[in-house]
């Protein structure tokens, strides 16, 4: 039983941390604000997939070696938040930037250089992705 509550804490841990960064992210007054608080909802519901497929397939393994993965698993977690924060920001701000470019959108809060980082963080990401 004492493995049921391990993950059930890792997971409140994991709920509290993006509540934090949502709620820090929300208070901001700042016109980038909508470009941190969805990749991080859109991280947190990956995530907590990710977290919920991983246990299952531990708990549910017959192989001895499965405890192993239990002490790895929540640091690959932390990789697939933060990679998933990175991918959606990064695909949210070149949509950003091409609406502003096309004029459907007044306010221009992007440039370029950022632009090239989240392109080239996009291409990354897929190429990590495939191979």
């Known amino acids: 039983m004492s493995l049921f509550w391990a993950v059930v ?3 409140l841990l994991m709920a509290l941390v993006f509540f934090l960064a949502i709620k ?3 208070r901001s ?3 980038l604000r909508p470009l941190f608080i969805y990749p991080l909802i859109f991280s947190f519901i990956m995530t907590s997939g990710y977290m919920a ?3 299952h397939a531990i708990c ?3 192989s001895s070696t499965a405890a192993i993965g ?3 698993f929540p640091l690959n977690s932390v990789v697939v938040a933060v990679a998933g924060f990175l ?8 949509a950003r930037f091409v609406a502003e470019r096309l004029g459907l959108i007044s306010e221009r809060i992007t440039s370029v250089f950022p632009l090239v980082l989240a ?3 996009l291409i990354l990401m897929e190429y990590v992705i495939c191979v």
Do not use: D, N
Request: hydrophobic share 60%.
């Open 70 to 72: 239990f002490l790895f």
């Open 119 to 121: 392109i080239v963080l």
């Open 29 to 31: 007054h700042s016109p």
């Open 9 to 11: 804490l890792l997971f």
């Open 24 to 26: 820090a992210a929300y």
């Open 53 to 55: 497929w991983g246990y």
């Open 60 to 62: 549910t393994s017959k």
């Open 87 to 94: 991918f959606w920001f990064s695909g949210l701000y070149v």
